[in-house]
T-cell receptor
Framework: SAVISQKPSRDICQRGTSLTIQCQVD?????MFWYRQQPGQSLTLIATANQGSEATYESGFVIDKFPISRPNLTFSTLTVSNMSPEDSSIYLC?????????FGPGTRLTVL | DAKTTQPTSMDCAEGRAANLPCNHS???????VYWYRQIHSQGPQYIIH???NNETNEMASLIITEDRKSSTLILPHATLRDTAVYYCIVRDRDDKIIFGKGTRLHILP
């Protein structure tokens, strides 16, 4: 199984600021996924990040709000920009090397 | 949108088999049925997947109806640690995972 780590594990931020979340994988993967889980809700896919190309965003998510970088096959970042309290969520990165899809431990973000 | 329908919640007595149903009436021929669970404050965990045959692994069994429009995840001897939200997902092998609301399973002592 793959090992996925995320930094930070949690943070408390002021509205209007931005936070960059890092995702590191212990193996090379083509696609990485970023999800959001709002309190008490299911996971919602934000975007799919392929190395060497622009991320593909799901309906309701835009690059200006959630810019994503994918500099190599083991690393990705998600930035939550100009944060508001509605952005308070757990953000998870995920990979799907073969059959299974693996998820990181998540970053718990609270926006005041 | 999620392509599956699951009950919102279920209870099961500890030590009994937990049977979690899922409807996926619009599943296409190349889509697999996947099950994940999410224990509180953790990332989702893969359980099992199948195409049309029944599958079994160390965690669970997956029973898929012949018409593939529904399936059942079976946890043979539920323990308190199986309390979680269980997600039934249909996807093409190389496709992204879209989560529905899942079933909140409570294992009762």
């Amino acid at each position: 199984s793959a090992v996925i780590s995320q930094k930070p594990s949690r943070d408390i931020c002021q509205r209007g600021t931005s936070l960059t979340i890092q995702c590191q994988v212990d193996s090379q993967v083509t696609m990485m996924f970023w999800y959001r889980q709002q309190p008490g809700q299911s996971l919602t896919l934000i975007a799919t990040a392929n190395q060497g190309s622009e991320a593909t965003y799901e309906s309701g998510f835009v690059i200006d709000k959630f810019p994503i970088s994918r500099p190599n096959l083991t690393f990705s970042t998600l930035t939550v920009s100009n944060m508001s309290p509605e952005d308070s969520s757990i953000y998870l990165c995920s990979i799907s090397p073969v059959w299974e899809q693996f998820f990181g431990p998540g970053t718990r973000l609270t926006v005041l | 949108d999620a392509k599956t329908t699951q009950p919102t919640s279920m209870d099961c007595a500890e030590g009994r088999a937990a049977n979690l149903p899922c409807n996926h009436s619009t599943i296409s021929g190349n889509e697999y049925v996947y099950w994940y669970r999410q224990i509180h404050s953790q990332g989702p965990q893969y359980i099992i997947h199948g195409l049309k045959n029944n599958e079994t692994n160390e965690m669970a069994s997956l029973i898929i109806t012949e018409d593939r429009k529904s399936s059942t995840l079976i946890l043979p001897h539920a323990t308190l640690r199986d309390t979680a939200v269980y997600y039934c997902i249909v996807r093409d092998r190389d496709d992204k995972i879209i989560f529905g609301k899942g079933t909140r399973l409570h294992i009762l002592p």
